[in-house]
């Protein structure tokens, strides 16, 4: 009896152990399976990016800006600004729209930025003219432009003599010179020179003003901003305090809105220039939807290639990617790959860069253009 009941038992404890390993195996499996349909998943994403070029889904830390000193303040003309900020190549610039600048309004008639940037629709004549909305709108005052410059005032510089101010009590700026803060509300109000000397005038004080917020200690540097950010209105806390530490980052350039100079019966204007609009502020947009991405791939090996020919391409209202390398470094030609939709495009950057060959992408999303930059393509063709 006691050998029978001990082979039971043995029969029962390897039927438990068998029972037990079959569940463990089936456990392992599913987990199997769970990390083999993942790895799937990511894969055929990755692959879908790869094949079709999709667009990242990630954030966009970008933004535009539209930034106001001086709107409504007695006997005092207003200035303006936008301020794109460029995450991909880390760099904020301020774009001073001059007095004379040349808007158009809804009904298509001409409007001059002095009226413009005091205008309730200021914003709206903006993102006509870039073709997207601004992100943001922040007004300042004189006074607020002060606080941020600090107490030991501007240093200005400007590449030429400048004459702004009325008949008879014109005052000429030159070279390097000092400019407290009490002065400066007087100085970029000035007007009555030429549109040139005005805008020249303003770029160059209001690089000084950034500069110079940008040298206080960051204690005092914080303190104004704080309290602008508490006092200011119509935006979130948030978003005032985005727009003010890239204003006082020291980090960034300022320039004229892109644009070319004209004479047109004895007026002077500054026309918009929309291709550099386009690939300097447009395109840096988080809200700019092309209807076409085209791709720039390094096919020789060569560093910096790549992003030359993605600059040149910059005018073309596509999406650019960030340049990536080809699959080789042979490519002796240049080769342009278009989607079935895309040939148009294609022949656009054919003609921009006066190179290449022009190919029917057929594993392509129908509005991609793929372009393998050959060695048929220099640097000094392209600077």
């Not at 009941?5 to 438990?16: A, D, P, V, W």
């Not at 030359?308 to 391409?313: D, I």
């Amino acid at each position: 009896m006691a050998t029978r009941n001990e082979g039971y038992r043995s029969q029962r404890l390897q039927k438990r152990r068998s029972q037990r390993l079959q569940s463990w195996q089936a456990v392992v499996l599913y987990a199997l399976a769970a990390g083999v349909a993942f790895c799937a998943v990511l894969g055929a994403v990755y692959l879908s990016r790869y094949f079709t070029h999709g667009k990242e889904v990630a954030e966009n830390p970008n933004y535009l800006a539209y930034v106001t000193v001086g709107v409504g303040e007695s006997r005092r003309q207003a200035v303006a600004g936008l301020l794109v900020r460029d995450d991909s190549t880390a760099t904020v610039t301020f774009f001073t729209v001059p007095r004379s600048y040349l808007f158009t309004a809804e009904k298509g008639e001409y409007v001059m930025g002095e009226d413009a940037i005091v205008s309730a629709d200021a914003s709206d004549y903006i993102a006509r003219l870039l073709g997207v909305p601004v992100d943001y709108v922040l007004n300042l005052s004189y006074a607020d432009l002060a606080a941020l410059a600090g107490g030991s005032g501007l240093y200005v510089r400007l590449p030429r003599p400048v004459t702004v101010g009325p008949e008879g009590s014109a005052q000429t700026f030159e070279g390097d010179f000092s400019l407290s803060r009490d002065d400066i509300a007087e100085v970029l109000s000035a007007s009555g020179g030429s549109g040139p000397d005005e805008a020249l005038l303003q770029q160059a004080v209001l690089e000084a003003a950034f500069k110079a917020a940008a040298l206080q200690s960051p204690e005092k540097r914080d303190a104004v901003v704080s309290d602008l950010t508490e006092r200011a209105e119509g935006l979130s806390r948030d978003d005032v305090r985005r727009v003010l530490d890239d204003l006082v980052s020291g980090r960034i350039g300022v320039e004229r809105l892109p644009s070319r100079g004209v004479v047109s019966q004895g007026q002077f204007a500054y026309r918009p220039d929309p291709e550099q609009i386009l690939a300097r502020i447009t395109r840096r947009s988080p809200r700019y939807d092309a209807p076409y991405t085209v791709v720039v791939e390094n096919g020789t090996g060569e560093v910096g290639i790549g992003q030359l020919v993605a600059e040149r391409l910059a005018v073309l209202a596509v999406d650019l990617p960030p340049v990536r390398n080809a699959a080789s470094f042979d490519y002796r030609e240049t080769q342009i790959l278009a989607g079935a939709d895309a040939l148009g495009v294609a022949q656009d950057v054919r003609a921009i860069l006066g190179r290449g060959v022009v190919l029917s992408g057929q594993e392509l999303a129908k509005d991609m253009v793929v372009v393998i930059v050959g060695q048929d393509l220099k640097a000094k063709d392209l600077q």
